[in-house]
């Protein structure tokens, strides 16, 4: 473990960021080019969500990050430090969880932990029990700690892995997919986990193909799609960049909508007394369209812009026919 890891070398090379790329480039033996040209900066104390369908280059990014499959092109620091390169100095102040955690079906989970420490030649043998079974806690694994691990469900194989992940301290974890396979209450979990994490100043990078996940708990956020980075900022300015929806609710939908194109407002969509519009652009004052209403006669009950959801500017970014339902 290395002195420079562990201090201010992030922020001195990296500007603060805890991960950065440089047109980092997968291309698989059999032709695929999964990561295409990716650029990627990922702030130190950020919760930062790797979105994308499925497919489109998260693990493949992920196992380049943690030096597990070597790049064709470009380049990864993490930490400040070149990966794979520095790999031995790196990785062990990452914990990491990516696409189903190897287990030993034939230990109980409190022993695959008890495997996992010690195969860590930086923790302490005299802490171990104490470490597993805090990390047990922390996933909600305690109840099932003593069952083999081949009789966990999905979601506990995930917790599982989860708490490997969590053994030590770590100033970075890096979780692909960390809610595969849970169900609503056990994604509530590890979101305010990850917050937890977060808290305690452990900067979370996660990838997901589940917006709503990502809207919830990351400050950050980077979008997929074939390989390629879409947009990476703020989650607050990804969601401002899409266009929110003018709704207005009148007991004369049809002319309002007529008056809405006629004051070059586009998409506009009737459902019963609501007529819903692509938001106008922002240097258009709302006042004057709502004014045209009123002149025109339209009975106007109701006039308001929905703010844009990150999914708005997801679809907006990726185009439609994307499944980002999960
Ligand atoms: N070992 C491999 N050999 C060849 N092609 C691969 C390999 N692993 C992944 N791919 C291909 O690379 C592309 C990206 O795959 P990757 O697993 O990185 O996507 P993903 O975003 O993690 O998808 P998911 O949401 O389904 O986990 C896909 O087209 C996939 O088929
Ligand atoms: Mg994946």
Not at 45 to 63: A, D, Y
Not at 125 to 150: D, F, H, I, N, S
Not at 186 to 199: D, F, K, Q, Y
Not at 298 to 317: C, H, K, N, T, W
């Amino acid at each position: 473990m290395t002195d420079s890891v562990r201090a201010s070398a992030v922020e001195s090379a990296d500007d603060g960021a805890v991960i950065r790329t440089r047109a980092l480039t997968k291309r698989y033996r059999g032709g695929q080019l999964a990561v295409d040209g990716l650029d990627l900066t990922v702030p130190a104390g950020s919760v930062f969500g790797f979105l994308g369908p499925n497919g489109s280059g998260k693990t493949t990014t992920i196992r380049m990050l943690m030096g597990l499959i070597e790049p064709t092109a470009g380049a990864a620091r993490v930490l400040g430090h070149p990966m794979p390169r520095a790999a031995r100095a790196v990785l062990p102040h990452v914990g990491a969880l990516i696409e189903g955690p190897a287990l030993y079906g034939f230990l109980s989970g409190r022993d695959n932990l008890l495997r996992y420490d010690a195969a860590d030649p930086t923790a302490d043998p005299r802490t171990r029990r104490a470490r597993v079974t805090a990390a047990l806690e922390r996933v909600g694994l305690t109840a099932a700690a003593g069952k083999k691990a081949k009789a966990y469900s999905l979601g506990m194989k995930q917790r599982l892995g989860l708490a490997a992940a969590l053994l030590q301290p770590r100033r970075l974890l890096v979780l692909d997919e960390p809610t595969n396979g849970l169900d609503p209450q056990g994604m509530r979990e590890i979101r305010s986990l990850v917050r937890e994490l977060a808290a305690e100043g452990t900067t979370v990078f996660l990838s997901s193909h589940l917006l709503d996940e990502i809207e919830q708990v990351c400050t950050h956020a980077a979008v997929m799609a074939q390989g390629r980075l879409i947009v990476q900022g703020p989650v607050a300015d990804l969601a401002a960049g899409a266009r929110g929806r003018l709704v207005v609710t009148t007991p004369d939908p049809a002319e309002a909508a007529r008056v809405l194109k006629e004051q070059g407002v586009v998409d506009v969509v009737l459902a019963e007394d609501r007529v819903s519009a692509e938001a106008p652009p922002a240097d258009r004052d709302l006042a004057d369209v709502n004014s045209a209403l009123v002149t025109a006669g339209v009975r106007v009950r109701g006039f308001i812009v929905e703010r844009a959801s990150l999914e708005d500017a997801f679809v907006a970014l990726t185009g439609e026919g994307f499944d980002v339902a999960g």
